[in-house]
């Protein structure tokens, strides 16, 4: 029930903002569904999408399994950009998603406190008895299945969710737990940390021990904006949205280092 809850409450504030836009916009607005590790390329790009379509985009971020469960109980929106594809997979099986686009990379990293008390220097010493690790939540957030796959893979899951003291639901609220020292370590996507430079170390994960995910945006297939939403999806995905995605610490897909 704790968990319906918040998903019940999210759903009513989608279908109020689809209803407000339905009678406020002389052209058609779009109601975003998009992780919350990419809000501020996101939000750029919204303001450039209406200024030169006229469309206004609403967003709604969050975890990209909480948001896959709102379309799934809604059916109603124009477009669902989450953290991997593995979601839009699962949309497109529901049959959910009808058109897509890739647009950049998710590169899980280590991040710690500034200084790096804890001494962590690679994914094992993540097992290292007394280490406060914070993960982001499987169950809601992209980043946090993620994390659980690269410890799978490396064969230390179990080791590392013993020192596990908390997760969050999102990509972005990971950073500001490990910049207030609320934990000694996280795993967590490169871009998601821009900003907190002077209050988190970042240690690179070696491309054979790490998973790199691809950032997808795709249409809905309810949409009553499907011209525009296209539109949208299309844009975000352009030299320009791409340019934009670099410019908030992303690499802007395809390129050959992540081939």
Not at 131 to 144: N, R
């Amino acid at each position: 029930m704790k968990k319906i809850m918040p998903v019940v409450a999210a759903i009513v504030m989608i279908m109020a903002l689809i209803a407000g836009m339905a009678g406020c916009t002389k052209t058609p607005g779009l109601m975003v569904y998009c992780g919350a590790g990419m809000r501020e390329p996101m939000d750029e790009i919204g303001t450039l999408f209406e200024q030169e379509d006229g469309a206004k985009v609403e967003y709604n971020y969050a975890g990209s399994n909480t948001l896959l469960s709102q379309i799934e109980i809604t059916k109603q929106g124009d477009v669902y950009m989450p953290g991997a594809t593995m979601y839009i997979e699962k949309a497109k099986e529901k049959g959910f998603v009808n058109y897509e686009q890739n647009v950049a990379y998710h590169v899980p990293v280590i991040a710690v406190p500034r200084g790096n008390p804890a001494n962590i220097s690679c994914l094992n010493d993540l097992t290292k008895p007394g280490v406060k690790v914070i993960l982001g939540d499987p169950e809601a957030a992209a980043c946090g299945k993620i994390a659980n796959k690269i410890l799978e893979k490396n064969k230390i899951k179990d080791a590392v969710w013993a020192n596990v003291i908390g997760t969050e639901p999102t990509a972005s609220e990971l950073p500001i737990k490990i910049a207030m020292g609320a934990g000694d370590v996280t795993i967590d996507w490169k871009a998601s940390l821009r900003g907190f430079e002077e209050k988190i170390d970042i240690i690179e994960i070696p491309k054979e021990q790490n998973i790199i995910k691809i950032i997808p945006v795709g249409t809905l297939t309810f949409s009553k904006n499907k011209d525009t939403a296209k539109k949208f999806v299309d844009f975000v995905a352009s030299d320009e949205g791409k340019a934009i995605y670099e410019k908030y610490g992303f690499t802007a897909y395809p390129n050959p280092k992540y081939e």
